[in-house]
Each structure stands twice: as structure tokens, then as C-alpha cells.
């Protein structure tokens, strides 16, 4: 049974597509995040939910847009997708805010 | 200055020997901290959690300096699964801040 689960594992799409990614958790948990993950490994917040609302929004551009219908539930959708969009996008979920962590498997995008 | 740093290594040990990591952070007001392990092309795991001068588990041992503003992870008797990248993270406020990581390689 996977905790965090996330959809699609890879995606190869063309710049200037629309593209979204889910994620789900059966942990219970009320804060859900998405995270990047840059060709130089480096973790980065994008978003953050509690109980379906948003918390966190770090300064990321407008084409990438969260959507929480639930508390398991935390999609991620991009529009026009970029060249330097390419990266490891992760899901994950807290119990509470400032509780560890547990994240999904990822996404590898990449734009050609 | 970043949030959170770390030396991106390699550290590059033979099976047996005992390693340590340091990650020194900027906010002062932390007041939990976390180390994480990622193997490669895989999700970061949590590893321990550090609450308050330190924490142990098994051959790995995490610290706390405050009034230095850096933590770190101690692993003894290292083994060759051990080799992975480890993730300082250090919660500010709602967000946690990640390491750029630490390299481990332990040879045989």
C-alpha cells in the first residue's frame, strides 16, 4: 500500500504543452507540499496545503498552478511548459506542519 | 546567506569506518531539525528527527549545537548500503529547507 502516491512516474512532453501531475496520500495527513528538484539536487518548495488550503506559495510562475479538492488529494498543473521546467517533481505530506515528511516516488519531467 | 548548508562531499569511506556530517543553518528561531536520505533516482526517506540536544538510533547518532547553529550525523561501522546522498532539512515556520546534500560512497 503506497502512502504517497504519485501519476505519471515520467513524462517526455513538447514545450508550450499543458501538462498536470496527481498525487495522493492515505496517511491521513493534513499538509500535503510540491517540491522540485533541480539537475544540481537541490530541494525546492513550491507549494503547500493544509486541509485543502493553500500556505505556502513560493514565487513560482503563474503557469504552474496546485489544486486541492481534498485533503488527500494535491494536483499540479502546468501550462506553456518550459525548457527549465525539466526537472524531478515531488509530492509530499505531513502529519502538521513542522512533522517530517513523507514524500511519493517523483515525477522526472522532461521538456523537449 | 542560504538556509541551510552543507558540504557536498563525496565522503568516500571503507565499510567499517565511522563518517560524520555537519549542516549549519541561519535561523536561529529552528527549533526541530531533520536528516533525510535519498538514493539515487529515489524519493529522500526521513531518517531521525532532532528535537533537542540530540538523537539516537542504531549507528546513526544526530546532534544538535545551538548556539553554533549547526547539526550533525554520525554513522558508525558503515556499511555499503549506506551509500547514499543525506539531506539536512530545517523547518522555518511552515517551510522546511533542504541541504543541497552529502554525498556518501562506502567501498568494500
Known amino acids: 500500500d503506497t502512502a504517497v502516491s504519485q501519476t505519471p512516474k515520467y513524462l517526455v512532453t513538447q514545450m508550450g504543452n499543458d501538462k498536470s501531475i496527481k498525487c495522493e496520500q492515505n496517511?491521513?495527513?493534513?499538509?500535503m507540499y510540491w517540491y522540485k528538484q533541480d539537475s544540481k539536487k537541490f530541494l525546492k518548495i513550491m507549494f503547500s496545503?493544509?486541509?485543502?488550503?493553500?500556505?505556502i506559495n513560493e514565487t513560482v510562475p503563474n503557469r504552474f498552478s496546485p489544486k486541492s479538492p481534498d485533503k488527500a488529494h494535491l494536483n499540479l498543473h502546468i501550462n506553456s511548459l518550459e525548457l527549465g521546467d525539466s526537472a524531478v517533481y515531488f509530492c509530499?505530506?505531513?502529519?502538521?506542519?513542522?512533522?517530517?515528511?513523507?514524500f511519493g516516488s517523483g515525477t522526472r519531467l522532461t521538456v523537449v | 546567506r542560504k538556509e541551510v548548508e552543507q558540504d557536498p562531499g563525496p565522503f568516500n569511506v571503507p565499510e567499517g569506518a565511522t563518517v560524520a556530517f555537519n549542516c549549519t543553518y541561519s535561523?536561529?528561531?529552528?527549533?526541530?531539525f531533520f536528516w533525510y536520505r535519498q538514493d539515487c533516482r529515489k524519493e529522500p526517506k526521513l531518517l531521525m528527527s532532532?528535537?533537542?540536544s540530540g538523537n539516537e538510533d542504531g549507528r546513526f547518532t544526530a546532534q544538535l549545537n545551538r548556539a553554533s547553529q549547526y547539526i550533525s550525523l554520525l554513522i558508525r561501522d558503515s556499511k555499503l548500503s549506506d551509500s547514499a546522498t543525506y539531506l539536512c532539512v530545517v523547518p522555518v515556520g511552515h517551510k522546511f529547507y533542504f541541504g543541497s546534500g552529502t554525498k556518501l560512497n562506502v567501498k568494500p
Open positions: 532532532v528535537y533537542s
Open positions: 535561523n536561529s528561531a529552528s527549533q526541530s
Open positions: 496517511l491521513g495527513h493534513d499538509t
Open positions: 509530499a505530506s505531513s502529519q502538521a506542519t513542522g512533522y517530517g515528511y513523507t
Open positions: 496545503y493544509n486541509n485543502k488550503e493553500l500556505i
